[in-house]
T-cell receptor, first 114, second 110 residues
Framework: EPEVTQTPSHQVTQMGQEVILRCVPI?????FYWYRQILGQKVEFLVS????????KSEIFDDQFSVERPDGSNFTLKIRSTKLEDSAMYFC????????????FGPGTRLTVT | SQQGEEDPQALSIQEGENATMNCSYK?????LQWYRQNSGRGLVHLIL?????REKHSGRLRVTLDTSKKSSSLLITASRAADTASYFC??????????FGAGTTVTVRA
């Protein structure tokens, strides 16, 4: 069964460093998402992406964050200068088409900022 | 806020019993979805119910939706140890994002 994959599974970085989290969505899906979950808290929407542009972004997704689909398969989330509060589990998700439907989530990348 | 809020926060039941959890939300939605998360893992989609539906079944899962009360419930029948997980409702208002609640942690005792 097709699945969303994410790399790395765990990333440790120092405050102020740039990190890139990588995702490979399901191949025929058109909508892509990033969410994050701080330990013990609810899953929060960061950004949605369709047709090579951002569809919607949350207040969390400030100028330190960017997303890119550099080729036909990868979808990346970049944090330019990480802060301690960026420590969280980051989930990528994809959906096949517009309209109501299931979002398929990847296993997540645990980001630890020290 | 669009976010769903689950109730109870935690639930402990005996294997074979039913588990019921509720979700309330605040504004109009297109659909509501339930997800499961095993400890430290990703989110697994369980079921989607559209705003014009009132009840939906999938295996041992039954979901209801009351848009007049802005609430939904998830019932897991004949629970198993493998059902131990956190369960989240997520509301979808515009097809661009999901808004998650804080979740209900379910523990099924053998």
């Amino acid at each position: 069964e097709p699945e969303v994959t994410q790399t790395p599974s765990h990333q440790v970085t120092q405050m102020g460093q740039e990190v890139i989290l990588r995702c490979v969505p399901i191949s025929n899906h058109l909508y892509f998402y990033w969410y994050r979950q701080i330990l013990g808290q609810k899953v929060e929407f960061l950004v949605s992406f369709y047709n090579n542009e951002i569809s919607e972004k949350s207040e969390i997704f400030d100028d330190q964050f960017s997303v890119e689909r550099p080729d036909g398969s990868n979808f990346t989330l970049k944090i330019r200068s990480t802060k301690l509060e960026d420590s969280a589990m980051y989930f990528c998700a994809s959906k096949v088409a517009v309209g109501p439907g299931e979002q398929y989530f990847g296993p997540g990348t645990r980001l630890t900022v020290t | 806020s669009q976010q769903g809020e689950e109730d109870p926060q935690a639930l402990s039941i005996q294997e074979g019993e039913n588990a019921t959890m509720n979700c309330s939300y605040k504004t109009s939605i297109n659909n509501l979805q339930w997800y499961r998360q095993n400890s430290g893992r990703g989110l697994v989609h369980l079921i989607l119910i559209r705003s014009n539906e009132r009840e939906k079944h999938s295996g041992r899962l039954r979901v209801t939706l009351d848009t007049s009360k802005k609430s939904s419930s998830l019932l897991i029948t004949a629970s198993r140890a493998a059902d131990t997980a956190s369960y989240f409702c997520a509301t979808d208002a515009n097809d661009y994002k999901l808004s998650f609640g804080a979740g209900t942690t379910v523990t099924v005792r053998a």
